[in-house]
């Protein structure tokens, strides 16, 4: 069974101090590799898609690379209105009707 | 197009009740799916249909849980005999199908907020 373990839960920065979020998975073929981003009382929002170890995908301050057994969400110089919780999914590449997800990173960025 | 519409935002019922969630997708996706979600932790499958075919349902559904998708439109998902433990947000997605670059991406709705007292 597919499995995907996000690290670390919950993630405290400074505006202005990069770090990395991590999604670890277990997949029988990956078709693809999701990140979302989900605000509090909404659903999930989507970010990227990764297909294949080496991929990296940027958007502003958000650079998401993956390897073949995880993938890493790179949050250049953040602004307060990068806080969200992040998650990754992964989906099978004999079922792509189905994502499993991580359980998220919550991230907060203090001004 | 407005997005994916979920209705109603919010429901609280009594243990026992039976309550039914309206999903409507961006009309162009083919496919629509279900999740749960509860406080701390990411969205848990329950079912997807493509157009009117209901292709996967998780094996941890309970049979309480029913969902249809008449005509390949709009969806419902309906819980009988609500339990505490099924106080959670229902998260309604859309995706087209295929293997261009864009298929399989997750549009989500807002969400069914169920609490059961």
């Known amino acids: 069974e597919d499995q995907v373990t996000q690290s670390p839960e919950a993630l405290r920065l400074q505006e202005g101090e990069s770090s990395s979020l991590n999604c670890s998975y277990t997949?029988?073929?990956?078709?693809?590799l999701f990140w979302y981003r989900q605000d509090p009382g909404k659903g999930p929002e989507f970010l990227f898609t990764?297909?294949?170890a080496g991929e990296e995908k940027e958007k502003e301050r958000l650079k998401a690379t993956l390897t073949k057994k995880e993938s890493f969400l790179h949050i250049t110089a953040p602004k307060p209105e990068d806080s969200a919780t992040y998650l990754c999914a992964v989906q099978e590449s004999t079922n792509a009707g189905k994502s499993t997800f991580g359980d998220g990173t919550t991230l907060t960025v203090k001004p | 197009d407005t997005g994916v519409s979920q209705n109603p935002r919010h429901k609280i019922t009594k243990r026992g009740q039976n309550v039914t969630f309206r999903c409507d997708p961006i009309s162009e996706h083919n496919r629509l799916y279900w999740y749960r979600q509860t406080l701390g932790q990411g969205p848990e499958f329950l079912t997807y249909f493509q157009n009117e075919a209901q292709l996967e349902k998780s094996r941890l559904l309970s049979d309480r849980f029913s969902a249809e998708r008449p005509k390949g439109s709009f969806s419902t998902l309906e819980i009988q005999r609500t339990e505490q433990g099924d106080s959670a947000m229902y998260l309604c997605?859309?995706?087209?199908?295929?293997?261009?670059?864009?298929?399989?991406?997750?549009?989500f709705g807002a969400g069914s907020r169920l609490t059961v007292l």
């Open positions: 997949v029988s073929g990956l078709r693809g």
């Open positions: 997605a859309s995706s087209l199908s295929g293997q261009s670059s864009g298929a399989n991406v997750l549009t």
């Open positions: 990764l297909y294949s």
